[in-house]
T-cell receptor
Framework: DTGVSQDPRHKITKRGQNVTFRCDPISEHNRLYWYRQTLGQGPEFLTY????????KSRLLSDRFSAERPKGSFSTLEIQRTEQGDSAMYLC???????????????FGPGTRLLVL | AQSVTQPDIHITVSEGASLELRCNYSYGATPYLFWYVQSPGQGLQLLLK??????LVQGIKGFEAEFKRSQSSFNLRKPSVHWSDAAEYFC?????????FGTGTRLKVLA
């Protein structure tokens, strides 16, 4: 069990550029989640996949954000036309998807820290 | 509204002292509760979880938490803190297909 991995760990970009982050979940997990964590705050839910289907999106996920999980394995989160307010830690988590959702244990990756200049 | 409150933003304790981190939740259904720890620049590591049954749950690294339904609380405790426990601690409640997190408590340990 190699755990959840995320790449890159750090990204510095200029305002207006596009960035893409990757998440590789634990191999047998069929549910994958993205969260955003700003300084001094707890993680906030962005979106959730079951296999390749994106089943829920937070209103935090503006139209500049898009997430995919094309083959039900790894996922990408893209931010277009980045803004300084997008600076945050982006966390990915996965779970085994064997219950109704509320009582699943989510396992988190190390996160990607984004800084928009 | 569903929410998690961690009233203490910062806590400082001496090494070897006992620790209690507070967590209060607001959730309309049966709560499933979690505590995670985050070291600087790192992701979240699960300490323990409560689903049902015994209201005192044991976790890793010597931590335990007690669920009190009447007080809507799920406080985290450790009898003797080690310097390596310095980190940020997050309480979360499981909502359908997501977690709702508190704002965290940053723990500082004095040698």
């Amino acid at each position: 069990d190699t755990g959840v991995s995320q790449d890159p760990r750090h990204k510095i970009t200029k305002r207006g550029q596009n960035v893409t982050f990757r998440c590789d979940p634990i191999s047998e997990h069929n549910r994958l989640y993205w969260y955003r964590q700003t300084l001094g705050q707890g993680p906030e839910f962005l979106t959730y996949f079951q296999n390749e289907a994106q089943l829920e999106k937070s209103r935090l996920l503006s139209d500049r954000f898009s997430a995919e999980r094309p083959k039900g394995s790894f996922s990408t989160l893209e931010i277009q036309r980045t803004e300084q307010g997008d600076s945050a830690m982006y966390l990915c988590a996965s779970s085994s998807g064997t219950s109704g959702g509320e009582k699943e244990t989510q396992y988190f990756g190390p996160g990607t820290r984004l800084l928009v200049l | 509204a569903q929410s998690v409150t961690q009233p203490d933003i910062h806590i400082t304790v001496s090494e070897g002292a006992s620790l209690e981190l507070r967590c209060n939740y607001s959730y309309g259904a049966t709560p499933y509760l979690f505590w995670y720890v985050q070291s600087p620049g790192q992701g979240l590591q699960l300490l323990l979880k409560y689903f049902s049954g015994d209201t005192l749950v044991q976790g890793i690294k010597g931590f335990e938490a007690e669920f009190k339904r009447s007080q809507s609380s799920f406080n985290l405790r450790k009898p003797s803190v080690h310097w390596s426990d310095a980190a940020e601690y997050f309480c979360a409640v499981g909502a359908p297909y997501k977690y709702i997190f508190g704002t965290g408590t940053r723990l500082k340990v004095l040698a």
